[in-house]
């Protein structure tokens, strides 16, 4: 999720935006030691995007200061791989991710995102998963360049707790730590609702440097094959 209001809206900081966006469409694995380890091995990219179930439509809308924005929706076929990643609504376009690529557990190493309308530059995105096959860092690469990080740190149940994200801008760089709490779940237990607190460690006040906190939701709606 991306809270744009407060943020220069230079073109390096429409850069950022856009890399922290494509990153922001991983949302990373829930696990459940065992059963959740044969679900990942049958249907790597429901485990990736924290689902269970015979998934086909995920909608995700993030709600920020009381009004939604940002969404992505996410198409899974029958065997549960995701057919169909994009953004609905950056800056009035459509972000689609293409160029996958796999490992031997069939799990999603790197793919690319690029703008259908704004045409930017493709943003290219490389997962390194944990003994657990969870997501455990990403890395965004602009122009051969890594210019954004992210550490995810899970809790017991195997759900996503926390992430560090770091942007590498010489010009703006930020620090950003983003905690979760869930609020509700459907009747397959996967997360429907959740709370994000982001702090910015490196936000700015004119030339003044602050910390600010940030709330907002997530809210999925899911269907299913029958």
């Not at 209001?5 to 030691?33: E, F, G, H, Q, W």
Request: proline share 3%; glycine share 4%.
């Amino acid at each position: 999720m991306l809270e744009i209001d407060n943020i220069p809206r230079s073109r390096t900081m429409k850069r950022v935006l856009y890399i922290i966006a494509a990153l922001c469409l991983v949302i990373t694995s829930c696990t459940n030691p065992k059963q959740e380890k044969r679900e990942q091995k049958q249907h790597p990219d429901l485990a990736l995007y924290e689902l269970k179930g015979k998934v086909k439509v995920v909608k995700v809308l993030f709600n920020s200061n009381g009004y939604d924005e940002l969404g992505y929706t996410l198409l899974f076929d029958a065997k549960g791989m995701c057919t169909t990643h994009r953004y609905d609504n950056l800056w009035n376009d459509e972000e689609i991710v293409k160029d996958i690529e796999r490992n031997t557990e069939r799990q999603i190493t790197s793919y690319t995102a690029q703008g259908a309308k704004s045409k930017e530059p493709k943003v290219e995105t490389h997962f390194i998963y944990d003994a657990q096959g969870r997501v455990a860092n990403t890395n965004a690469i602009w122009y051969g360049e890594t210019v954004v990080t992210e550490n995810l740190v899970y809790d017991s149940k195997g759900r996503l707790k926390k992430t560090v994200r770091n942007v590498l801008d010489p010009g703006y760089p930020v620090k950003e730590t983003i905690t979760y709490r869930y609020l509700a779940t459907d009747s397959l237990n996967n997360w429907t609702r959740r709370e994000a607190l982001k702090i910015d460690e490196n936000a700015r006040t004119g030339e003044e440097e602050v910390i600010s906190e940030t709330i907002y939701t997530e809210k999925r709606v899911i269907s299913y094959h029958k």
